[in-house]
């Protein structure tokens, strides 16, 4: 899809994070950095999204929120995981709760790394992803 | 040969239509982003995210959205076109109303609290704004002696002169039928707001572009009362109408940006307050 990567609109969850990645997701859509150039959006609806932007390891309680949220979303879609909590756990890894990652939940496409991951790394995860989408 | 020229007439509508509403949403995007110091996204955004839009997958939950959002779409073309072939005033108002409430049907048929909230504040901006465009077309028939839109281009003067107040209160309710910020109730078009969208909650594919696509339409169609007030038979009248339309649609923008959402309570007393006190008044001087 052409016009697919030149309006992704992204939904931003917060799958028990420690707020350090998502304070950075919000930083892409300040004037500094500026998302929007991209035409993308930060809607807050899943059937709006294309692309899922999740930070945090996942806990036993939104797990269920995360798979429905990606569910809720129409074809084509990808899934961008923020933070290393979001790839492996983090330094949440151990804690009895925490699944350990994105990955255990719902199929990721893009891994961003960083603790926090920089608005940069977060914005060229978005682009990446876009691939998937095409 | 008239068939040909009113075929010809009406393609040119269809066409200049929608890529006039949809340059006019992406500059309105684009001049948001720079009042907030940013660089914004292309001017042709809004047609890079229809084209986007038409090609997803979709989702909706009762298939009677579709046939609303559909009929509301097809309506505000026909509004616009009644409009630009120079038509009836008041069965473009009629036509545009009737898209309105198709759209509110849509609203209703998705079965989700959101966009049940939203359907309801759509109804209430319906309330705010519709009395205004009645008393527009009942005061351009007052300076004009007929309903015809084409007859505003052989008029002596400008209907703003001599409707000075009801164009303050068109001015007025635009920024409701717009959607523009103090009164985004039902839904909002910048993202993550009112309520995560409102009526177009759970829309999504090709429904949302129509949402979008009746959306410029719609845009068209209140900037088009905007040219109402100043075409006269003066052929610069024309061109300069156009820009005035385009400062009337950047200074709502402006707005968009300069205040906060407003309670429907508020919403409506003052909308109301606004068009009683404007249209009453010219209408009354108008006839003394
Ligand atoms: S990766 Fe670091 S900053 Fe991001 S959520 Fe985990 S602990 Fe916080």
């Known amino acids: 899809m052409k016009y697919a990567k030149k309006s992704p609109w992204i939904l931003h969850y917060d799958g028990s994070s420690c707020n350090g990645c998502d304070i950075e997701v919000l930083a892409c859509l300040n004037p500094l950095f500026d998302i929007e150039r991209f035409g993308a959006i930060n809607t ?3 059937k709006h999204a294309d692309i899922l932007l999740i930070t945090g390891a996942i806990n036993e309680q939104n797990i269920s929120v995360v798979k429905q949220l990606y569910e809720q979303m129409p074809n084509p879609k990808a899934v961008v995981a923020v933070g290393v909590c979001a790839a492996t756990g983090g330094i949440f890894k151990d804690c009895y709760n925490m699944i350990g990652g994105v990955g255990e939940a719902i199929p990721v496409d893009v891994y961003v790394p960083g603790c926090a991951s920089r608005p940069e790394a977060i914005i060229d995860g978005v682009v990446k992803a876009l691939d998937k989408i095409k | 040969m008239r068939a040909l020229i009113l075929t010809l007439r009406i393609l040119g509508i269809l066409i200049l239509a929608p890529a006039a509403g949809g340059l006019l949403t992406g500059l309105d995007r684009v001049v948001s982003a720079r009042m907030q110091r940013r660089k914004g996204p292309p001017i042709l955004q ?5 084209m986007k839009l038409a090609r997803k997958q979709s989702t909706t939950v009762s298939s009677m959205t579709r046939y609303f959002v559909t009929l509301s779409m097809c309506f505000n073309i026909f509004t616009v076109l009644l409009f630009g072939l120079g038509l009836d005033l008041m069965l473009c108002v009629f036509a545009f109303t009737l898209a309105c409430v198709f759209f509110v049907l849509s609203g209703y048929s998705s079965n989700s609290p959101f966009s049940f909230v939203g359907t309801e504040r759509e109804l209430v901006q319906i309330m705010c704004y519709e009395p205004m465009v009645l008393i527009v077309a009942f005061g351009y028939y007052q300076v004009s002696g007929s309903f015809n839109v084409g007859d505003a281009f052989r008029m002596g ?19 409701v039928k717009l959607r523009k910020s103090p009164f985004d109730l039902s839904m909002s078009h910048h993202g993550h707001q009112e309520i995560v ?8 594919g090709i429904c949302l572009a129509m949402v979008e696509v009746s959306h410029w339409f719609e845009t068209v169609f209140a900037l088009g009362l905007v040219y109402l007030f100043f075409v006269y038979a003066s052929p610069a009248s024309w061109a300069a109408a156009l820009a005035l339309c385009l400062a009337a649609f950047l200074m709502e923008t402006l707005i968009d940006n300069a205040f906060a959402r407003v309670k429907w309570k508020l919403a409506l007393q003052a909308s109301w307050i606004v068009i009683f006190v404007t249209g009453g008044v010219n209408l009354l001087l108008l006839n003394l």
């Open chain 1, 44 to 46: 807050g609806n899943p």
């Open chain 2, 46 to 50: 809004p047609f890079y995210d229809v």
């Open chain 2, 157 to 175: 003067s400008p209907a703003v002169m001599r409707l000075p107040f009801i164009f303050i209160g068109l001015l007025y309710v635009l920024s």
């Open chain 2, 197 to 204: 969208k409102g009526v177009i909650t759970e829309l999504t």
